[in-house]
């Protein structure tokens, strides 16, 4: 792959992909993690004297123009994290597009509006999608890809620009890349894989693939209800995706064919109803009753995971163990992140939301060794399977 070392940028204009998709409270930005690890790609092009055009997605706006997924409000906070202006054109391709462009001076930097206002970018048609790409590409004469959260998407402005234009990866792309190869090639054991989040069904291919990698998987939060399910036990009101029953038997056949110790949780918080004051007892995993849901993993869960982390040399982490965004169904998810803390493992945390969550809760990111900004990326690599933005940087 090439690197920022590889382009001559002086004096032109370099399309820069960023995944700048970061949650939204209205105007407010509630986690600016994303727009951070996109500046110093973006910082380097500048000092180098290049026109800086950077575009990215907000949310799903579906082809449509929503000023609720509008990206100024991260313009802003990217023109305070480079202490630089940042021009804002107010449509993706369009007059403002062009005119905010042609505007740029060598070391200054423009923001496009959100690519998903534009039914090019997500487009399944290869022609519809490549004539949005042709206009978009048609803004600069250099790509870099460096929006590593969108990767796994077939998105024109990652897969179709760069073949388009000549390219090469970011400095963020680069990193989370090694992290991940690091994790797949000979990862120094024991090797340990927590996950949690909702959905099971999000995580069939990972689950598949990391059972014939991995010393140990860890499983809490919402998926986990469905293996206590699938062992016989029942879970009352707690997540539950009866679908999947089948497929989460044969995990749990497949680990024990293979040796690999799956740990479920022993004991969960089990709460009235799904909410922040919600009243809750501890009560075993064997045992939730009928009318309760699991919000959180219990205390004794805590004390096992942290203990079948505590002798980890490679740890990969993604999904929170419980509600966590309720402080009282917090401690699940704070555990786990003090274990990997506390060990001296060599420890990826996986994106998405346990990324938010060890920034919400206040852990050190300096604890960890590195911290993904791709959720749904990061677990596509692990799968194994081709990433069309890595593929297309490749070429
Ligand atoms: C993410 O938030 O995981 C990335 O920005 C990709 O967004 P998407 O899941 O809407 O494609
Ligand atoms: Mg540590």
Redesign the pocket.
Known sequence: MRTLDDLDVKGRRVLVRA???VPLDGETITDDG?IRASVPTISTLLERGAKVVVCA?L??PKGKVNPEYSLAPVAARLGELLGQDVAFASDVVGDSARSTVEALQDGQVALLENL?YEPGEESKDDAVRGEFAARLAGLAELYVGD?F??V??R?ASVYDVPRLLPHAAGGLVVAEVEVLRKLTKSPERPYVVVLGGAKVSDKLGVIANLLTKVDRLLIGGGMAYTFLKAQGHEVGRSLLQEDQLDQVRGFLDEAARRGVELVLPVDVLAAVTFAADAEHDVVEATAIPADREGLDIGPKTRELFAAKLADARTVFWNGPMGVFEFEAFSGGTRAVAEALIAGDAFTVVG??DSAAAVRKLELSEDGFSHIS?????SLEYLEGKTLPGLAALED
């Open positions: 995944d700048l998709n994303r997605h949310g799903r998903r929006g959260g969108a796994h998407r998105h994106g998405g900004t791709g959720g749904g990326a």
